[in-house]
């Protein structure tokens, strides 16, 4: 059956606070967090939104020091919500003179983006560490302590992975600044082991406001380049319908679209993949761009964002690792080839192909 397992706990009383909670024993698909306690406000000032989240800085599940999952407090609240099709449990700041009772949660469930995905800490401990944030004043202007326990919990599996090959995560996050308005601002994401990539997250920040906002981008584009097959455009939309297509698919109410605000998730897919959940299997040596065009004017009923200094989109990449055998000290799968991507897991083409090679061997 399902085991919850925790964490051991950890009290951030102070800004800067370091977390580093690790786990073994078991093999998960689901890493869930709670951060909960109040914060203590000097009067009463500008409330921000998803405000604890925003104070634990960047939280990352980690194992032998590679980052599984790497990404802003805030943005593992929205992959939450896009991920269960609601948005988790949180407190906005509401300051005054007074201790405020605030939390934030999240719930990334790995296998919903793509089957066969885990993290196996049977061998290896995974560690979900961080910082807080270097200033209070992230959690509201007015800020001025806090009392705040950070609850790391796996859902544990009552099975491990099978022993052909697995997938394990792979999601990260880097920043593109936008402070002048730009119809043709490009980021190049390359590729540089084979990847499976359920899609790309955007996380519009205006800084002036604080928060995530859907007046800062108006239209998206995406092409994808891989050896030996060119350039294929795979999106090109405004904004709207990006946002649209994103809520949609992750069954959002009206509350949980206006919970995302700011945020949409670009689709990597492939739909004859049916054994990778149409994820798409992306080869060592592609490369992704991406281009904004945060010029002209926002799509009803969005407010318009002129750029600013300050002004940025957090690109999260949805990606997994191919990773040979069941335990996570195997080797690492970096070339599979079209046999392994059209598996249930890249790389058990492979093993299967050894096994049958060495029973040949024996029976002569």
Known sequence: MLELKKFPTK????????????????????IDWRYDGTFTASGTGTDVSYAAARVLGTPELNQAGEPLIRLAGVDWQYLSAYTNGAFPEYTNTTQSNATINMVASARIKLSRMVPNAYVNANL????????????LTDGGDKVTAIDMT???????????PPAGGFLRPRISQRTVGVAAADSNQQLVINVEQDL???????????NSAATEVDGLIKNVRMELTTPGRGTLLCVDTDWGNLRNYSCDRAGLNSTDVSNTAGTAIIPCTDRRAT???????????????????????????????????????????????????AGD?????TSVGNAGSRTGVPGRAASQASRKQRRKARRG
């Open 196 to 206: 499976v990539y359920s899609g790309i997250m955007l996380s519009c920040y205006d």
């Open 11 to 30: 009290n951030t009383a102070a800004a800067n606070t370091s977390y580093d909670q690790e786990f073994s024993g078991r093999t998960f698909d689901s």
């Open 275 to 325: 054994n990778l959940g149409g994820a798409l299997f992306v080869p060592a040596g592609s490369a992704f761009t991406i281009t904004f065009d945060s010029s002209g004017t926002a799509q009803s009923p969005y407010t318009n964002v002129t750029p600013a200094a300050g002004d940025n989109v957090r690109v999260s990449s949805l990606a997994f690792t191919p990773v040979a055998g």
């Open 150 to 160: 950070v609850r790391p919990l796996a859902e544990a599996l009552e099975y491990n």
């Open 124 to 135: 290896v401990k995974a560690f979900f560490r961080g910082s807080t944030a270097g200033a």
């Open 329 to 333: 000290g195997a080797v690492q799968v």
